[in-house]
Every structure is written in C-alpha cells, then in structure tokens.
Nanobody, 128 residues
C-alpha cells in the first residue's frame, strides 16, 4: 500500500503557472515509478508525466516543454512528487492525480507501466 496526498491545485489565468505536490508515505518499499495523471471534464483519465526512483522521466506529448516532474526523497519511507506547470492553457483544466506504480500490474497504463495507487486528486482551473 502507498498513501498519496496531493496539494497545490487552484485557479490560475491562461499563461500562468502552478506547482502541484504529492506526499507519498506508508509504503514498505519505495515505488519504482510515480506519476501525475489528469482527468479533464468529460474525458478519461490520462497520464501527464512519470518519474522513476532513479530519475528517468516520461512526458505526455502535451506536457513536454511546459510541465516538469521532479521528486524529493526525504528518507526511505517517504517521497514528495512535484509537477511544475507553466504556460497553462484552458485545456489544462482538470483534476490532477498523483499515482504510484503497483507491482504485479493492475491500474492505468502510462508509458507502458501500470499505476494502481492513487491520491484523492486536486483541481486545477485555468481561465482566460
């Protein structure tokens, strides 16, 4: 099990920036990959960016160049995931979810990896 708690969502104007955070804890073994997903109104949940324990990164095409994923591992039992979002567009309005890879499969795929542990989500609203 992994506990994931997001923060940092809010409302911003087009062209603005936001930084999302996700505190990961209560795991026995640090997840090998963590990711950000989003669910826009009337759309399916989609992957945004993912990062491995050793810093490998994947971005969705729409995120590359505008979004930056990073992490800060405080110790062996906790990790904070970040998503810096710049040049936000109205189409980025969504609920953003933090996710962790589930060993053994199960969950939503992003970059070929299954993410089966989820946070509660944080709303990001971009308005003009």
């Amino acid at each position: 099990q992994v506990q994931l708690v997001e923060s940092g969502g809010g409302s911003v104007e087009v062209g603005g920036s936001l930084r999302l955070s996700c505190a990961a804890s209560k795991y026995n073994t640090r997840p090998s990959w963590m990711a950000w997903f989003r669910q826009r109104p009337n759309n399916e949940r989609e992957g945004v960016a993912a990062i491995s324990y050793d810093g490998r990164i994947n971005y969705a095409q729409f995120a590359a160049g505008r979004f930056t994923i990073s992490q800060d591992s405080q110790d062996s039992t906790s990790n904070t995931l970040y998503l810096q979002m710049n040049d936000l567009k109205s189409d980025d309005t969504a609920v953003y979810y933090c996710a962790a890879l589930r060993d053994g499969g199960g969950g939503l795929l992003f970059a070929g990896r299954p993410f089966g542990y989820w946070g509660q989500g944080t709303q990001v609203t971009v308005s003009s």
